[in-house]
Nanobody
């Protein structure tokens, strides 16, 4: 069993930045850690993931703006978001899947989820 706790959401103006954090417990496990987001009335969509070796991948709509990075010792994943726009407004969820690699963008393939943190981009 893996528990995920997110933090760092909030309100930001267009063009602004936020950093989200996701802490997994217990620590010491190989995890694929990912961020998804879901806007009202829309399906949950994959944003980025990082595997236990630090390899990352991003959805096209965040490339160049978002960076995912982690602290393997603490099983913590961060999502640094820059140049935020109205379209980035959503609830952001951290997800994890045991193992060293990340193999899917499908939310159904992730067994563990955080409670979500709201990101609102508004002027």
């Amino acid at each position: 069993q893996v528990e995920l706790v997110e933090s760092g959401g909030g309100w930001v103006q267009p063009g602004g930045s936020l950093r989200l954090s996701c802490a997994a417990s217990p620590t010491g496990r190989d995890l694929c850690m990912a961020w998804f987001r879901q806007a009202p009335g829309k399906e949950r969509e994959w944003v980025a993931y990082i595997n236990s070796y630090g390899r990352t991948d991003y959805a096209d709509f965040v490339k160049g703006r978002f960076t995912i990075y982690g602290d393997n010792d603490k099983n913590t994943a961060f999502l640094q978001m820059h140049s935020l726009s109205f379209e980035d407004t959503a609830t952001y969820f951290c997800a994890a899947e045991p193992g060293t690699g990340c193999y899917s963008w499908d939310p159904a393939e992730f067994d563990y989820w955080g409670q979500g943190t709201q990101v609102t981009v508004s002027s």
